[in-house]
């Protein structure tokens, strides 16, 4: 069946409180998804975000972000007071501040854990007790993990004095006795978001709205995963990198993209069943109505850089797990709805992948009008496909336009129709009209470029860390005269959901 969404991460929800948040303005933009006949609201990595700000590098990958607990409904549980939260300091802004949310809402969030056990209501307290033992399988590396980092200054686990970061059992069992309190708060924080979460998850559903999540392929080095299972990954005796992730050198990044995640440890995962992984999917295809895993040809070949250079330049291919992995997944999983991330070069190894997991992939038409024949142009979209002007990484469409050279724009005018010389706002909405119209059966357009913004609002520039990065939200919601077009170009080529 044909569909439409729209991708806005949470964060960049307006509000109150200095970032998104899961309260009422999440529920108001399903409202808005409805209204305007769309089946999916698109979201990034929902983790709690660690160096750099990007929800690609979070300190778990099951974890939830705290930042995006919603205040309102503290206060309305009486869990925190109005005067806890002080509003000049979370401004509301077009971008926000992450560390000083970090450091501000753990404040506020401390208090409300403390006022959740001494008000001590049994059934709410049952399902906190009940949410700890059925997480239990991260949530309590996850809140030692974060303990800890707190009790060093929130430095990387890497540089920890020994006994904790190669984990001596008597060393952490002492830690744990004496810093329960602490662990307990980081619990629930986990507890308070995914209530808040699953909240809007149900809500959106009922209104017929399905939520897309997004997969790293990789865990951040800094996270409770890589310090809790250092087995799982490729690290020598001294639990450091021995090469780390990243692309290779091309047109756009001369010099490669060193992202230097640690590389996973195939083999062992193999011999053990690809347990982590099937878990994995298995816990997002619970948060999540379908699920996009990131660099999907990662699996059949990755990017495997030395861990000391300095960048991606010396890194060589190596194979991956391929089917073997999503058979696992199959098998212990069963039919789970994702989509692959399969953009960039693309050996025949990769497309057999594909073809063979049977997942959708994806086409960006920010990359189709080179001037041959590309894969990307609407015309070779395949059905079983997700298409975008341009996703998180990329520049907005009116961005990606006037940055366009010369010969991109007169090869996209030619191919959609356009006169020689037109205004930048005809070309972006025919470029807008070009993505509904695909064959793919799934269309995804940036809120950016339904409000016709410029590169000022784009999420992520790759290969950059800080900056704007990941910080850009709306003022506020969008209205119907806004939502006008998605709703037209939805019915017009069939896209819609409900009525």
């Known amino acids: 069946m044909r569909s439409s969404g729209i991708l806005l991460h949470i964060s960049s929800l307006p509000g109150r409180y200095g970032i998104g948040t899961l309260g009422r303005y999440a529920f108001e933009f399903v409202d808005t998804l409805k209204k305007s006949r769309q089946t999916y609201w698109q979201i990034l990595p929902i983790g709690p975000t660690g160096y750099g700000d990007s929800p690609y590098q979070s300190y778990s990958a099951f974890a939830g972000n705290p930042n995006l607990i919603d205040m309102d409904k503290l206060i309305h549980e009486g869990l925190i007071d109005k005067d806890d939260v002080d509003l000049k300091t979370l401004a509301e802004k077009s971008f926000y501040d992450y560390a000083q949310l970090f450091s501000y809402k753990k404040i506020v969030l401390i208090k409300a854990c403390k006022a959740f056990l001494e008000k001590d209501e049994a059934s709410r307290i049952d399902r906190f007790n009940d949410f700890c033992s059925e997480n239990a399988f991260w949530l309590d590396d996850y809140a030692l993990f974060m303990t800890i980092k707190t009790y060093f200054n929130q430095t990387m686990w890497t540089l920890w004095d020994d006994d904790f970061r190669l984990r001596d059992e008597d060393t952490i069992t002492a830690f744990s006795k004496a810093h329960a309190a602490e662990i307990t708060q980081w619990k629930f924080m986990q507890f308070i978001f995914f209530e808040q979460y699953n909240a809007l998850k149900r809500y959106a559903n009922r209104k017929g709205i399905k939520i897309y999540g997004d997969m790293p392929i990789y865990v951040s080095m800094d996270s409770a995963d890589i310090w809790a299972h250092p087995e799982m990954f490729d690290l020598d005796e001294d639990r450091r990198p021995i090469k780390v992730a990243g692309c290779p050198p091309d047109p756009f990044a001369p010099t490669g993209q060193l992202w230097g995640n640690p590389l996973y440890n195939w083999e062992y995962l193999e011999k053990n069943g690809f347990d982590w992984w099937v878990q994995r999917v298995k816990y997002s295809s ?10 999907f040809r990662g699996f059949e070949s990755y990017y495997a850089i030395p861990a000391e250079d300095k960048t991606a330049e010396n890194g060589e291919w190596l194979k991956g797990p391929a089917m073997k992995l999503f058979d696992a997944i199959k098998e212990q999983a069963g039919d789970v709805a994702l989509v692959a991330e399969d953009l960039g070069f693309l050996t025949d190894g990769v497309k057999e992948m594909l073809k063979a997991a049977g997942y ?15 894969q990307y142009l609407p015309h070779n979209h395949s059905k079983n496909s997700v298409v975008y002007i341009g996703t998180h990484d990329n520049d907005t469409a009116l961005g990606w336009y006037r940055l366009a050279d010369d010969d991109t724009k007169r090869f996209m005018k030619r191919y959609l129709g356009l006169k020689k010389i037109t205004s930048e706002k005809k070309a972006v909405k025919a470029l807008i009209r070009a993505l509904y119209a695909s064959p793919a059966d799934t269309c995804i357009i940036q809120m950016q470029d339904v409000l016709r913004l410029g590169s000022d609002a784009r999420m992520n520039i790759p290969s950059t860390v800080g900056g704007k990065n990941w910080a850009w939200r709306l003022e506020k919601l969008p209205g119907k005269k806004d939502m006008k077009a998605v709703r037209e170009l939805t019915q017009t080529y069939f896209r819609c959901s409900g009525k």
């Open 360 to 374: 959708p992939g994806m086409n960006v038409l920010e990359f189709a009008y080179g001037g041959d024949d590309s």
């Open 286 to 295: 619970q948060l999540f109505d379908l699920t996009r895993i990131d660099h």
